[in-house]
């Protein structure tokens, strides 16, 4: 047993707690832009929610709110523990989590009023800017000065994961940001669009990838009681992971007048991906090698283990998008859709649920609140997100080979809106999932000693 | 490899920086002098104020800027070229066509077509999905307006100064009565378009696709009963066409299909030669002269099979 300290994991718990709650108001904004699609004028002339606002308030917050809190709580639990040291500070830590939950509050508040920078995943103006990247810096100032109190002196791999994602995205955003540049926030013309796209890219390669695969080679091996299968495929993962993903965002610009040599090292990195992807995925999973049932039996490892079996789809899919051919159909529909949702909520989205699930333990002393909700979530999601991307990849081939063949958009709308329907469905579970997500984690947390099973 | 705090921050620190150069920064040096395209002209500040706007409401999520060699679509007569875009601070390409691309949306539709769409996009387009932009007031939609009609910048400049030339002459059109106004119509059709009569029969099925077609095209503006009543009309000047008026005005099956085919510059009626095939313009064109005009010049002989219009058949 622990002794009892004050603020014990308090910056976890309250990560966590960021995380589960912006989780429903970031899966109630999809729901919300996916209802638009299919009835525009049920929400009809309400400015701060017109569709145009919503869908960046949706994206932001999943990226933001949800995913990245709930796997920099699960780090704020497994930091120490792997370092043998306490967290350097838990005020530090808990001022952090409040702040972070202040610039969310204020991205809401700002896109719905209107108040953008225009560019995808970089939408926030300038003063929302600049306190993502000092919380950036404030959560990397605390897990290093972690690192110089350890005992443990060999670094594992999720502390490498962690350290580098703080420290290149606080880096990686206010670039990508172009925070020198207060007033628009951005370069001019198309090198605006390759700087975009460079940092657009890396939110995923260089916070969610690294921050979710963090959480894997922690839980996975803690969950099955298997010593990790491989320190050369760890290291060959992590640093084939910075060298690869980094370069691949001109993948976003394939069809547009920018230099030819920079696309053609974005398709090769494209597929170059797979290295860090399966140096990764073969390390995992042979590390749970015959522990399929403790993975089953733990939700927390449930959820990790499914998330990556995403990335594997989501990773490879990635790579053959990349290639001209297939994106000659693919690019500018909804194909793109349910990609960056196999991505962000069947992946890290996925990893983020089953960290503060396999935490929340961890952190109160008790069992969760309902492993049965928890368990009830884990399906709510993966139909949703399976459903998904069957739904909106089918109207993604829809559009791109209706335009390949001369149609117009305007012409396509009416053979994909059963589609739109079926997809704002699926986020009312989705969504749904959310509420029942958030109402365990706050009675786990703050069920007293009753707990149930 | 030892892995030390040292070598995972460090390490990873540089390995960005590299790439950094390598794919912004030398990008950067190849790109940032991109010379002005043939096209290429500066803003207006009504134009630069109404762009603000498309940022500020999240236009750019469904709607690109960039025309691709494989886009048949609108604007797909000048593929993007970077010297198009060397004022576009931040540059709005975007990733969605959930809408149409709008690299070259300026002139294609007049002004008072552009306001009743923002109005509310089904009063113009009824299959639309985009949300209605009333709330944004006269005065902003007139600036979204200006922005809007410069997509496409001298192109849109060449576009725009038919529009308003024609607009001119389609309101003295109008405002001289209905004879001179179908009169003028009638005028700018070529003359072979007039003497076509429709060459296929009127059938159930060709006026219930008419129908379909008429429902998802034509309705916002010409009504559900085809008197140019429909819910576009309190914007539209010249107002839209009433088909009721128009028996005994010699409007044949060609004229319809014409004006269908290639719009009326200056009105805000807007061309469907990317939109409907041939048959579905005649259909709709049929329907148009069977229910609203009472007058339709098909069936009449020679009669062909359903697929063909065979002259000098016995």
């Given amino acids: 047993m622990e002794e009892k300290v004050p603020l014990q994991y308090a910056t976890a718990k309250a990560f966590i707690l ?81 702040a972070w939950n202040l610039f969310l509050a204020a991205l809401v508040i700002t896109l719905a009023l209107g108040m953008t920078q225009g560019r995808e995943y970089a939408e926030m103006i300038w003063p929302i800017d600049v306190a993502v990247v000092v919380a950036f810096f404030l959560v990397f100032f605390n897990f290093i000065m972690t690192v110089r109190q350890r005992t443990e002196s060999v670094l594992y791999v999720s502390v490498w994961y962690v350290l580098a994602a703080c420290i290149l995205t606080a880096c990686t955003y206010a670039l990508g940001n172009v925070i020198w540049r207060p007033d628009g926030g951005a370069l001019t013309g198309m ?23 963090g959480v894997a080679y922690y839980v996975i091996p803690r969950a099955t009681r298997n010593p990790l299968y491989s320190h050369t495929l760890s290291l060959l993962g992590f640093w084939s992971l910075i ?36 140096a990764f995925l073969i390390n995992i999973w042979y590390t749970a090698k015959g522990k399929l049932g403790e993975i089953h039996a733990d939700i927390g490892a449930k959820f990790v283990f499914t ?43 996925m ?42 990849t089918i109207a993604g081939l829809i559009q791109g080979n209706a335009w390949l063949n001369g149609e117009t958009v305007y012409r396509v709308l009416p053979e994909i809106h059963v589609y739109y329907v079926t997809r704002a469905g699926l986020g009312l579970l989705i969504f749904s999932s959310a509420v029942l997500g958030f109402y365990n984690i706050v009675r786990s947390m703050w069920s007293g000693n009753g707990a149930i099973p | 490899m030892k892995m030390t705090p040292l070598a995972v921050v460090v390490g990873s620190l540089l390995i960005l920086a590299t790439i950094v150069f390598v794919v912004v920064v030398l990008p950067y040096v190849h790109t940032y002098q991109t010379a002005p395209s043939d096209i290429f002209r500066l803003r207006t500040d009504a134009e630069a104020a109404g762009r603000k706007l498309y940022i500020a409401n999240g236009c ?78 006269d005065a902003r939609l007139g600036l979204l307006t200006r922005y809007v009609q410069s997509l496409g910048l001298k192109d849109a400049d060449h576009r725009m100064a038919r529009q308003n030339d024609w607009k001119k002459k389609a309101i003295d059109a109008y405002e001289a009565g209905p004879d001179a106004n179908v009169a003028w119509l009638n005028a700018h059709i070529p003359h072979g378009w007039r003497d076509i009569v429709n060459p296929y029969p009127t059938t159930e099925a060709g006026l219930a696709r008419g129908h379909k077609i008429y429902q998802d095209f ?25 088909f009721t008026i128009l028996k005994n005005r010699e409007i044949s099956g060609g004229i319809l299909y014409y004006q269908i085919m290639n719009g009326i510059t200056g009105t805000a009626m807007p061309y469907f030669k990317r939109e409907l095939e041939s048959e579905k313009i005649w259909d709709v064109g049929n329907y148009v002269a069977v229910y609203f005009i009472n007058d339709s010049d098909a069936n009449g002989e020679p009669r062909g099979i359903d697929a063909a219009y065979e002259m000098g058949y016995p």
Wanted: aromatic letters at 14%.
């Fill in chain 1, 351 to 392: 990893i983020a649920l089953g960290g503060l699930y396999y935490t929340i333990p961890k952190l109160t002393g008790r069992p969760l609140f309902s492993r049965f909700l928890a368990d009830f979530q884990y399906w709510m999601v993966l139909i949703g997100m399976v459903g998904f991307t069957i739904v909106l």
């Fill in chain 2, 218 to 242: 034509c309705l916002g503006c010409h009504g559900p009963v085809g008197d140019g009543m429909g819910p576009a009309q309190p914007w539209i000047y010249p107002p839209p066409l009433n």
């Fill in chain 1, 191 to 213: 090198p605006d669009a390759i700087l975009l796209w460079f940092y657009g890219h890396n939110v995923f390669g260089l916070l969610l990838t690294p921050l979710s695969a």
């Fill in chain 2, 60 to 137: 750019v999520y469904c709607h690109s800027q960039s025309i691709r060699s494989i886009d048949w679509g609108l604007g797909a007569e000048r593929i993007a070229q970077a010297g198009d875009y060397i004022q576009d601070y931040p540059i709005l390409l975007g990733s969605q066509r959930t809408g149409p691309d709008l690299s070259q949306a300026g002139g294609e539709h007049p002004d008072d077509w552009q306001i009743a769409h923002f109005m509310n996009p089904r009063y113009t387009r009824p299959l639309s999905l985009m949300p209605p932009f009333a709330f944004l007031g």
């Fill in chain 1, 18 to 98: 960021t995380s589960g709650f912006w989780m429903m108001i970031a899966t109630f904004y999809g729901l919300l832009g996916a209802t638009e699609l299919m009835a525009p004028d049920l929400t009809a002339n309400m400015g701060p929610i017109v569709f145009g606002r919503v869908r960046p308030t949706h994206i932001n917050l999943v990226l933001f709110g949800f995913v990245t809190p709930g796997l920099l709580g699960a780090a704020f639990y497994y930091i120490p523990r792997l370092l043998g040291a306490p967290l350097y500070s838990e005020r530090l830590g808990v001022f952090t989590a409040a």
């Fill in chain 1, 307 to 349: 998330g990556t079996i995403m990335y594997f789809f989501v990773s490879i899919q990635g790579s053959f998008m990349a290639l001209p051919d297939v994106q000659r159909v693919t690019h500018f529909n909804n194909w793109v859709v349910a990609h960056a949702h196999i991505g962000v909520l069947g992946f890290a989205g």
């Fill in chain 1, 243 to 278: 060298v690869v993903y980094t370069h691949i965002g001109t993948h976003h610009l394939l069809q547009v007048p920018v230099p030819t040599w920079l696309k053609v090292v974005a398709i090769v990195d494209s597929v170059a991906m797979v290295i860090p992807v399966m």
